[in-house]
């Protein structure tokens, strides 16, 4: 995929997740994770979340705990300064 194939867009809302990274889908560059709570957004629960950024997809492995921006527009969401936490 391009990397034009990974441009959400501007984002309209953020929020603040914390969560365990389950699986990696490096082909498209999805995160799937196992959130707490997301203020504003979204109960406790495991999502698919894309992450644009090479370099913090790069960061993560499955079982990574993780804090994260959640950008959210019209049609997309998507992670972003994810910084995973030390075990």
Partial sequence: RSEKAYDYGPA????KLHGEVLRLK???RIAVVKHEK?????EAMTM?????SL????????GSK????????DD????TGVVVEKP
């Avoid at 309209?12 to 929020?15: L, M, R, T």
């Avoid at 698919?48 to 644009?52: G, H, Q, T």
């Fill in 12 to 15: 309209k809302e953020h929020y």
């Fill in 26 to 28: 490096p082909e498209n």
């Fill in 38 to 42: 997301i203020e504003g957004w979204m």
């Fill in 48 to 52: 698919e979340f894309p992450v644009p």
């Fill in 55 to 62: 370099a913090e997809f790069s960061s993560l492995k499955e």
């Fill in 66 to 73: 993780i804090n994260a921006t959640v950008n959210v527009n």
């Fill in 76 to 79: 997309n969401f998507w992670l």
